[in-house]
């Protein structure tokens, strides 16, 4: 295999090919991402005996072979670097927060310090975070309402990144 020459074309198709293998999900929403293409921005000339502006229109076009191989490793970049340091950064915040009580209007206290209604010891502490992945006006109901956050090692996520970086480079070498 080392002996064979890789085109864009080629480096897509495997990349695909092997993404599908180990995860459906994963490469079918990639291959969205792909197949959306691009938008672009063409004007037609005015026709006709009247002199009018030009017409500009915006269309969407597919990607080249070489843009859609760098827009699919974005894609994995945003899934497996991008996604996990956001949520890490979401629980961070979040452990910060304190939480108040239920129905309770908040006063501050006799020395103006602490606002009386905090729930005690809440702050500075990891939280269990769910995103809803129904919205209100969804009249389907999904396999699954919330979706929990929960951390990725940071170790995990620097391989995932020399991984990527690992395959960028490969990709380089196959566009030359």
Known sequence: ?????????EALELLMRKLNQRDTELATRVQAVVDA?????????????RKKNARVYR??????????????????????????????????????AVLGAKHQRYYWSADKKQPLGIVPST??????VQIELRTETQ????????????????????????NLTKLREIVELTGR
Request: proline share 7%; glycine share 6%.
């Open 139 to 162: 009249i389907s109901r999904p396999d699954q309402e919330t979706q929990e956050l929960a951390r990725v090692p940071a170790k995990q996520i620097q391989e995932e990144q020399a």
């Open 59 to 96: 269309k969407s076009v597919p990607y080249t072979y070489g843009e859609a191989l760098q827009v699919a490793i974005n894609a994995l970049t945003a899934y497996f670097v991008e996604q996990p340091l956001l949520v890490d950064s979401c629980l961070d915040n979040m452990a910060h």
């Open 123 to 128: 702050g500075n502490r990891e939280k269990v």
């Open 1 to 9: 295999m080392a002996d064979q020459e890789y085109g864009p074309r």
């Open 37 to 49: 293409g691009k938008d672009v921005e063409e004007t037609e000339p005015s026709t006709g005996r």
